[in-house]
């Protein structure tokens, strides 16, 4: 009986400290998976009336650097990696 008590606290430890660590990660450089650029590309793009090509750069940066700023303008210092890729001729890459 000792050891199953055991072992869900055991458990129970290791939930807490995944969730943890989920919710000091979230939005952050990484937090996305390569199957949710899209959408995340999707909402990035939803007001430029250049959507093809922002759509092409965006999911190329996110599957670099697995993170899309939040909201459909700005807040690049959200994803380091995002902000700092840039062309030959020294501008920004991502959208």
Same mark, same amino acid.
């Given at each position: 009986?000792?050891? &199953? *008590?055991?072992?869900? #606290? @055991?458990?129970? &430890? &290791?939930? *807490?400290?995944?969730? /943890?660590?989920? *919710?000091? #990660? /979230?939005?952050?450089?990484?937090?996305?998976?390569p199957?949710?650029?899209?959408? /995340? $590309? @999707?909402?990035?793009?939803?007001?430029?009336?250049?959507?093809?090509?922002?759509?092409?750069?965006?999911?190329?940066?996110c599957?670099? $650097?697995?993170? *899309?700023?939040?909201?459909? #303008? @700005?807040?690049?210092?959200?994803?380091? $990696? #995002?902000?700092?890729?840039?062309?030959?001729?020294?501008?920004?890459?991502?959208?």
């Open positions: 009986m000792a050891k &199953i *008590v055991g072992l869900v #606290y @055991a458990f129970l &430890i &290791i939930f *807490v400290m995944d969730f /943890a660590l989920q *919710v000091a #990660y /979230a939005g952050g450089e990484g937090s996305l998976r199957k949710e650029c899209g959408n /995340a $590309c @999707a909402y990035r793009c939803s007001k430029t009336h250049h959507k093809k090509p922002c759509l092409f750069f965006c999911n190329k940066c599957q670099k $650097c697995l993170c *899309v700023p939040s909201g459909t #303008y @700005a807040h690049k210092d959200e994803c380091p $990696c #995002y902000n700092n890729w840039q062309t030959k001729e020294g501008k920004p890459k991502c959208p």
